[in-house]
Structure formats: structure tokens, C-alpha cells
């Protein structure tokens, strides 16, 4: 499948970040991770595989309908009524997104592409926790000074 570059077709890209004991909910193959979107979402929104190493899901969608916060809710949505059958315990699922500007690091068809939106689907135990972790490493990287030894 080409990347579409029509404007009038949003595309997100999700990746699945699990942070939870299997002891409490399953984890999940890229194959499973997929599928849930692709069972779990309905036309017009369309899901595929994708083959690359960070991402695993690309959700095209019709961007005059939904926008990608609405297609990021769906998305979590969708994961959590799978996953509410499966959980022996306590677990929560955060969507983080944003929209890429700078240049793609891929020429790949299913890397994310200027204009997309890469969205990282975390299962977590704790969500404060999760978000204080992401928080203190991004002080840490803006603390941190590039060196060049030429």
C-alpha cells in the first residue's frame, strides 16, 4: 500500500508500548496489536500492518469526518473493549500523539511521513507513573548539551 499523500486523508501511525505485568493482561504480538483496529474499527477508517520497527498500525482516515483526536479516542476505544475481557487486575491505556514536522527519517512507505500523526498506544499499570517517567527523561534530554569533537 502507497503512503497517501491526499490532504484530504488523515494518517496516524500507532505504535503499542506495553507496561504492564503479563500476570494482569496478556501482552500482545504486532499481528494481535493490529488486528484489534482492524476488527474494531469500521469504514470509512481503514487499518493495516505495517512493517517497520517502531510502528505497527497505520489508520487512514477521512479527514473532513474525524479528526485525529477523534480517530485517537476511537483507537483507544476500541483497545480497551478488547482488552476489558482479558485483565486479571488493574491496567490503563493512554493514546499520546502528535503530528510530525520535521523531515522523514525513512524513505519507507510505512515510516511516518511530515503531516502524519505518530501516536504511541501505552498499556500501562500506572498512568501517572508512566507520564512522570516520559516527563523527567524529556527534562533530562533538554538538560543534556551536544559536544562535537572535531
Known amino acids: 500500500?502507497?503512503?497517501?499523500?491526499?490532504?484530504?486523508?488523515?494518517?496516524?501511525l500507532l505504535?503499542?508500548?506495553?507496561?504492564?505485568?503479563?500476570?494482569v493482561v496478556p501482552a500482545?504480538?504486532?499481528a494481535a496489536f493490529s488486528a484489534i483496529f482492524?476488527?474494531?474499527l469500521s469504514a470509512p477508517i481503514q487499518c493495516r500492518l505495517v512493517d517497520h520497527p517502531h510502528w505497527v498500525v497505520e489508520v487512514l482516515f477521512?479527514?473532513?469526518?474525524?479528526?485525529?483526536?477523534?480517530?485517537?479516542?476511537?483507537?483507544?476505544?476500541?483497545?480497551?473493549a478488547k482488552?476489558?475481557?482479558?485483565?486479571?487486575?488493574?491496567?490503563?491505556v493512554l493514546v499520546l500523539g502528535g503530528i510530525k514536522t520535521t523531515p522523514a527519517t525513512s524513505d519507507s512507505p510505512d515510516a511516518l511521513q511530515p503531516g502524519n500523526w505518530g501516536v504511541d498506544v501505552v498499556e500501562t499499570a500506572a498512568a501517572a507513573?508512566?507520564?512522570?517517567?516520559?516527563a523527567g527523561t524529556q527534562r533530562l534530554l533538554k538538560s543534556l548539551r551536544r559536544v562535537s569533537l572535531k
Open 1 to 12: 500500500m502507497e503512503t497517501v499523500t491526499d490532504i484530504s486523508q488523515g494518517r496516524m
Open 28 to 30: 500482545l504480538s504486532r
Open 129 to 134: 507513573r508512566f507520564l512522570e517517567a516520559i
Open 38 to 40: 482492524q476488527e474494531g
Open 62 to 80: 477521512p479527514s473532513h469526518e474525524f479528526s485525529p483526536q477523534q480517530v485517537g479516542q476511537l483507537c483507544a476505544e476500541v483497545l480497551v
Open 15 to 23: 505504535s503499542h508500548n506495553f507496561d504492564v505485568s503479563p500476570d
Open 83 to 92: 482488552r476489558r475481557a482479558e485483565i486479571q487486575g488493574s491496567a490503563e
